[in-house]
């Protein structure tokens, strides 16, 4: 399974292909998108990794992340959906797919990961009928606290994660 295309007023998200190497390296290369995010810019072999990666998550679990671009333009904004990472998060915390986002600053202040991942949320319920998803978040990052919480997401708890504490929050049942 590939991922189907979804549309919003302002947004298209896509499947990813190779083509979106280059802007999301770009992305993912820069100091501010990752701030709250591993804390560490992205190699371009990283970003090659996880574009697989999230490929195969569509193959094997039907559920995965799109490429966010503009509807008028097709720039890449970035990307948003669910994955399971596999991190090993408490049972009782990481109930359901996790959902997630990340933008490019083109895309900050402006609705745009909100309005994504309502699209998301929009087809997971309609396709997988998950009975919760969840997302973590690090404490510092108030701009995704604010998107969860739009989104319906509420704080759960908190736990560690490769020795950084994170919240958790969860969406659903």
Known sequence: MIAPFLTTERLILRPHTEDDLAPLAAMWGNPEV????????????EVWTTLLRVIGHWQILHYGYWVVTRRDTGEVLGEAGFADHKRGLPPEL?????????????????GVATESMRACQDWM????????THCII???NIASQKVAAKLGYRRIGETLLRGEMIGVYRRGA
């Open 125 to 132: 319920d309609a396709a997988l009928a998950p009975a919760a």
């Open 138 to 140: 690090d404490p510092g």
């Open 94 to 110: 990481a109930i359901g797919p996790e959902a997630g986002w990340a933008f490019g600053p083109a895309a900050w202040s402006k």
């Open 34 to 45: 990752t701030r709250h995010i591993g804390g560490q810019p992205r190699t371009r072999q």
